[in-house]
Nanobody, 124 residues
Framework: QVQLVESGGGLVQAGGSLRLSCAAA????????MGWFRQAPGKDREFVAR????????YYANSVKGRFTISRDNAKNTVYLQMNSLKPEDTAVYYC?????????????????WGQGTQVTVSS
């Protein structure tokens, strides 16, 4: 079992920045690739970014490419999502998730463990 706890969400004006953190506990953190997803009201949960177990490989949704950066610190059992140039359409609950490191996937139901989510609201 892996327990995930997100933090860092909040209210920010368009064009601003936020950094989300996701702290992991339980099994060996480096055994897992990590993903960030988001879900806006009335919409399906969507992929945002993914990072492999070592941090050497990342992948982004087109909607956030060039604005968001995913990173991880395996010594701290933490994954981050730096969000710059935020837009009102980025408003959502953001979730981190873990999947076995051999999996390369952007599909939410392939991920094994999920955090509780953190709200990000971007005002225009």
């Amino acid at each position: 079992q892996v327990q995930l706890v997100e933090s860092g969400g909040g209210l920010v004006q368009a064009g601003g920045s936020l950094r989300l953190s996701c702290a992991a506990a339980g099994r060996t953190f480096s055994n897992y690739a990590m993903g960030w997803f988001r879900q806006a009201p009335g919409k399906d949960r969507e992929f945002v970014a993914r990072i492999n177990w070592s941090g050497s490989s990342t992948y982004y949704a087109n909607s956030v490419k060039g604005r968001f950066t995913i990173s991880r610190d395996n010594a701290k059992n933490t994954v981050y999502l730096q969000m710059n140039s935020l837009k009102p359409e980025d408003t959502a609950v953001y979730y981190c998730a873990a999947v076995a490191k051999t999996m390369f996937t952007t599909t939410p139901n392939r991920y094994d463990f999920w955090g509780q989510g953190t709200q990000v609201t971007v005002s225009s």
